[in-house]
């Protein structure tokens, strides 16, 4: 593994601090609210770049493990436990330390879990899902996957939206902050504002280092030759079902983590969260960046993120990613950044040492 | 459950399930031409109920939804022109993606043309209270309008594509492109017609359905990913089996009603979609010699 490859991982800790400096000078600090969740949706999108470029499969259900981590994290911290404190499970986690006891907002009494048990649980069971759905999944290819994993979101997304515990077309909403570290709580509110932006973009920043090295590693080699010649990379012992499998998982947890804390970060979630639309759209940012180039992915992915966001596409904003998903897709399927641009760059960089 | 209630859920599910069964037959002849699956499928259903909603205004029922046919058509027919004509062997996931950007397309388009509203045709004749009796069963009109013109649909494809000479064209173009060429067949304009067909038939079930499960922009979506259910169902390709398979799950889920929420209905058509991807992707009625050639 070369340093050269963690040099743009130092670099986006740069844009990090200036982004915020920026932000600081020109007086424009509640950027960083958008700025923070479009880290979080970043980290999704480089998940699902790593499945579907360099392992080869596209989902178009990710939003379903997104919403999976949001909804469970959000309903575990805000259920009242209360109508069940007699019972002996109930008092058994409540000797575990991981109940918290407080007040609704009418100053009833209330019991609910710890955002670190709910995050926990969120994420294992996004992973699970992942797993039991990915081993018959993903033994489909090209139009079968799509629709299966398509069908997918569609079911998590019915069965957020029908039942009364999440709250049906509500969603949940008074999430409480979470109290990550001790000098940490990821909540909205706004004295929270600056700590965590640099939160989520760490959080990115890890998560990019370790894609990056997963992709230099022997999993990604393995994954690269299954792109080439799935038959050749069998032959040469590679069992391609497993790392298929290992990506997805992977990238269903990236997506679960990114739906817990940007529903804390939200104080709530609604099912439009777990919605097709935004499946799509993970999707149309990972087509945008280009499969294989996982820095083109996050570069257009958190940069459209935060557009959209912040409202410039105004009612338009499906309308203008289905164009850009159309128009990439047709004219550049490397991606925006793969066609011209890297060429002229690589040039530009190396041309003078060469 | 009374004889009666079970002849009401019966005919609930023929009534649907012949809608899924046009869906899926227009998934074929888009697939049997090109090997792709068009995501936007669901999508030409919506246009056909919107534009005709719209063109009532204007004309009477029968020229109405005649011109929102022809006009679905075009759209289908500019869709292939303009997006996917010119690609050269483009992959499986680029056309996935991008038929999937057409469908999110057409949906924003129907969104800022016809707001969120719900809307429907009047119901062909009578009104919705209006029924007829076969015994203590009662069924609306507008049912056996439905059926019928699925009926007509799947009778009308079978002869066009068994006895004139273009429908034998883009038979032989599915069958073996390349032989299609050398005999003097235009390979690419077959394939607009399909698209052209598709969408006509599409657009025909989305009137017809309009009074009864009405209309929104963002209706085709759950009906594509039951037309594909039940074109996976009958095994990709074979329009005959998806009637069969459509009026199944049509009746599936009619009956499932009195078993689970109406909200998880989608959920059940779904589940089954994912049963048989995992156990049986070659459909019920199709071949797992023949399927092992294909790419899943």
Redesign the interface.
């Known amino acids: 593994m070369k340093t050269r490859n963690y040099l743009p991982l130092i670099g986006l800790g740069v844009l990090m601090v200036a982004l915020h400096l920026l932000t600081v000078w020109t007086g424009t600090q509640y950027y960083l609210t958008q700025l923070t969740m479009s880290a979080y949706y970043g980290l999704v999108i480089i998940g699902l770049g790593v499945l ?1 470029g360099y392992a ?1 499969q ?1 989902s ?1 259900g990710h939003a379903g493990f997104f919403a999976i981590g949001g909804y469970l994290a959000a309903a575990l911290t805000t259920r009242n436990l209360e109508p069940f404190a007699q019972n002996w499970w109930v008092q058994l986690l409540d000797k575990a330390g991981v109940i918290v006891h407080g007040q609704d907002i009418y100053g009833l009494s209330q019991m609910t879990f710890t955002p670190w048990l709910a995050c926990i649980v969120a994420v294992t069971t996004a992973g699970l899902v992942a797993l039991v759905i990915g081993i ?2 993903l ?6 996957l ?3 994993t ?3 979101g ?2 998590v997304y ?2 957020f ?2 039942m009364p515990y999440f709250g049906e077309s509500d969603g949940i909403t008074e999430v409480p902050g979470f109290d990550m570290l001790p000098f940490l709580t990821i909540s909205g509110d706004m004295s929270h504002r600056v700590l965590n932006f640099y939160a989520s973009w760490t959080l990115l920043i890890v998560g990019m280092l370790f894609l990056i090295n997963l992709i230099g590693s022997r999993v990604g080699r393995a994954l690269r030759s299954l792109h080439s010649s799935e038959e050749a990379a069998e032959a040469s012992g590679i069992n391609a079902g497993r790392f298929k499998l290992k990506v997805f998982v992977l990238s269903a947890i990236y997506a679960a983590v990114a739906g817990v804390l940007l529903t804390h970060y939200n104080g709530g979630i609604g099912p439009s969260e777990a919605s ?2 935004k499946s ?1 759209r993970y ?2 940012l990972v ?1 945008v960046g280009g499969m294989l180039n996982l820095w083109g992915t996050l570069i257009m992915g958190v940069g459209l993120t935060f557009l959209s966001l912040r409202g410039v596409f105004g ?2 904003d ?2 203008v ?3 850009i ?2 128009l990439v ?2 004219f550049s ?1 490397e991606g925006i950044l793969g066609l011209k641009l890297r060429p002229l760059l690589r040039q530009l960089i190396i041309g003078g040492r060469a | 459950m009374s004889p009666d209630l079970f002849f009401q859920y019966l005919f609930a599910g023929i009534t649907y399930g012949s809608i899924y069964a046009v869906v899926a037959i227009g998934f074929n002849i888009i697939y049997n031409a090109t090997g792709i ?1 068009n ?1 936007a499928q669901g999508e030409f259903v919506m246009l056909g109920g919107m534009i005709s909603i719209s063109l009532l205004h204007f004309m009477p029922l029968p020229l109405a939804i005649a011109s929102a046919v022809a006009l679905t058509m075009l759209i289908g027919a500019a869709i292939e022109i303009l ?1 996917i004509r010119w ?1 050269q062997s ?5 056309m ?3 038929t ?3 469908s ?2 057409l ?3 129907a969104l ?1 043309i016809w707001g969120e509203s719900i809307r429907s045709l009047p119901y062909f004749y009578g009104n919705e209270i209006t029924t007829f009796s076969i015994g203590s069963v009662h069924i609306s009109p507008q049912v056996v309008w439905v059926i019928l013109a699925s009926a007509v649909m799947v009778a009308g494809l079978n002869l066009f594509f068994k006895s004139t000479p273009i429908g034998r064209e883009m038979r032989a173009c599915s069958a073996n492109r390349t032989a299609a060429l050398l005999c003097g067949i235009n390979a690419r304009n077959m394939v607009t017609l399909s698209f052209m067909l598709s969408a006509g038939i599409g657009a025909l079930a989305g009137c017809v359905m309009s009074p009864i499960t009405y209309t929104q922009y963002d209706s085709g ?2 009906l594509a ?1 039951k037309g ?1 259910t039940v074109a ?1 169902l009958g095994g990709l390709g074979n329009s005959g089996a998806a009637v069969l398979a459509g009026i199944l799950l049509g009746i599936i889920e009619a009956f499932s009603v009195s078993v689970v ?1 109406l ?2 209905q ?2 059940i058509s ?2 089954i ?2 049963v048989i ?2 156990v049986k ?1 070659h459909g019920l009625f199709g071949s797992g010699d023949a399927a092992r050639l294909k ?2």
């Open positions: 579907m080869g596209i178009i018959p999944v033994k489909l290819k090209g139009h079968y799509a629709m299966a398509l069908g997918f569609t079911i019915r069965i939206l029908a097709m639309a799509v999707v149309a087509a009612s338009f499906d309308a990613f289905g164009t998903l159309i897709m047709l399927p | 699956i995501f997006f690609l483009p992959s499986v996931m680029r996935i993606i991008i999937i950007g057409i999110i397309l949906k924003e388009v800022h979506s759950a990913l594909f996976i929420p909200a998880f989608d959920a779904i589940a979609l994912l991807l995992f992707p790419d899943f």
